[in-house]
């Protein structure tokens, strides 16, 4: 059974660093893309990074600069570092593994807000 869980959301205030996990189980993140999703209160969920088997990473453009998506393959492990958050990062954030062949899997999400 393959299982996402995402963790180290958190209340943080403007201009400070979170770093988020998702451990995989019953995957291997290397053999997959992939990628980091927040949804805002009211708004759709956008992707904001991803990284592909090879290690190739994209962020999208709001966030370039500010958002790392390291990954640990010893821990099965992908990493969202972000710096220098603002309040329009509250959201809560997923993570999502795409396989070449079938369907995703999702995380259930951990929860950022950012505010002083």
């Known amino acids: 059974q393959v299982q996402l869980v995402e963790s180290g959301g958190g209340l943080v205030q403007p201009g400070g660093s979170l770093r988020l996990s998702c451990a995989a189980s019953g995957i291997t993140v290397s053999n997959n893309l992939m990628g980091w999703y927040r949804q805002a209160p009211g708004k759709q969920r956008e992707r904001v990074a991803h990284?592909?088997?090879?290690?190739?990473?994209e962020y999208t453009d709001s966030v370039k600069g500010r958002l790392t998506i390291p990954r640990d393959k010893g821990k099965n492990t992908v990493y969202l570092q972000m710096n220098s958050l603002q309040p329009d990062a509250t959201a809560v954030y997923y993570c999502?593994?795409?396989?070449?062949?079938?369907?995703?899997?999702w995380g259930r999400g951990t929860q950022v807000t950012v505010s002083s």
């Open positions: 999502d593994a795409q396989p070449l062949i079938g369907d995703g899997y």
């Open positions: 990284i592909t088997r090879g290690g190739n990473v």
